[in-house]
């Protein structure tokens, strides 16, 4: 990291603005090109949940390379100055690397899906199994985890 001054070293407080954070983008790769995209998420021991549609770009581009990156941010507006290449921004963000992979198991889907639910400060006690088959849940285990703010 280049500012190190601004770097958040404490996994409890990358984990803080995870819990806070609305959304989540998702970087992957298909091949050559880059492909990024907003999504709901939950967050627990190390592992992002996300939900999809069965198919659609997104989940081609994993079916062939799961290596992924997470962008989390916290932002609280600019820091204005006299010099207009001088503004800077108030936000707290979170990278993430890992590696995702398609649950399958009707119990991992609950569980999954109950944590995205409760991040967003909801819950459910009953999926069907209809409903659980027209969707796909995704877990991303997490194995790089960084942080940065300022302002």
């Not at 806070?20 to 970087?27: E, H, K, N």
């Amino acid at each position: 990291m280049r500012r190190n001054d601004r770097e958040i070293v404490d996994r409890a407080e990358m984990e803080s603005i995870l819990r806070a954070s609305p959304v989540c983008r998702l970087g992957m790769a298909d091949g050559n090109e880059p492909y990024v995209v907003p999504v709901c998420f939950g967050y627990e021991d190390g592992s992002f949940f996300v939900h999809s549609a069965t198919e659609g770009e997104k989940i081609d581009i994993l079916r062939r390379s799961p290596r992924v990156c997470i962008e989390v941010d916290l932002t609280a507006g600019p820091i204005r100055n006299e010099n207009p290449c001088a503004w800077e921004m108030r936000y707290k963000c979170v990278i993430c690397r890992g590696t995702a992979r398609f649950l399958e198991h009707r119990e991992e889907k609950k569980h999954a899906l109950n944590i995205i639910l409760e991040h967003y400060g909801s819950s459910a006690d009953g999926f069907s199994d209809q409903a659980l088959a027209k969707i796909c849940v995704i877990r991303i285990d997490v194995d790089q985890m960084t942080g940065k703010q300022h302002g």
